[in-house]
């Protein structure tokens, strides 16, 4: 990453035990390069074992992420990310609305079946991924189900989490595959009042753009 992106991302992380004085010693690895090792592990899908011989040892990158997301820093981090980002692009700080899909993707072989379904529509044996980002695309919330989970159903805890991290969240953005009993169950039970907007088709048969849902890619 470049001098600036550090910048940003360098005081976002939790200091070092050894620097508080608790204990320990200093990494024997740059943290920086810790980063760079995640942020390609995650871009091009690699297996951890894969890990190109530059960076540091997989084992290392691995525990030290796992520590992070343990003590809630990477999510600190993404927020603080998307904050800036938002600033950049002229809003406000906090979302105040966002757009939810879903997207079924094939499980390997290893992944229980306690945790995997069929996803009839789509073909898909494996789990769903369901997101809701902001206008600008930046994610807000994940949620994984098995793929067999209905959209409608898995839109539910989604917004109820969008609900506990966003309370400024006031619309949510939503295909046809979300019609029907979440729209007022999301305008009746989530508090303070969360309206979905479906976003309905213009020409059938025909690839069209349709307006605010372009914004999420998975």
Partial sequence: MSDAEWAVIEPALPVPAWRQGRGGRPAEWCRRDVVDA?????????????????????????????GWQES?????????????????????????AAVIDSQSVRAAETV???????DA????????????????????????TAAGVQDRDGARPLLWNL?????????AWADSGYAGKLVTWAKTKLRPRLAVQIVKRTEL??????????VIVM
């Fill in 38 to 66: 995640i942020r390609y592990l995650v871009k091009e899908g690699i297996q951890w074992r894969a890990m190109p011989c530059d960076f540091p040892p997989f084992q290392t990158v691995y525990d030290v992420l796992d």
């Fill in 72 to 96: 809630g820093a990477t999510e600190a981090l993404h927020g603080e990310l998307r904050t800036r980002c938002r600033i950049a692009a002229g809003r406000s700080p906090e979302p105040t």
């Fill in 112 to 118: 229980g079946k306690a945790s995997r379904g069929f």
């Fill in 121 to 144: 529509g789509k073909k898909v044996n494996g789990r769903k991924r369901h997101i809701a980002v902001d206008a600008l695309g930046l994610l807000l919330t994940v949620l994984v």
């Fill in 163 to 171: 609900r506990r991290a966003f309370r400024t969240v006031k619309l």
């Fill in 205 to 214: 048969h025909k690839f069209v753009v349709l307006p605010r849902r372009w």
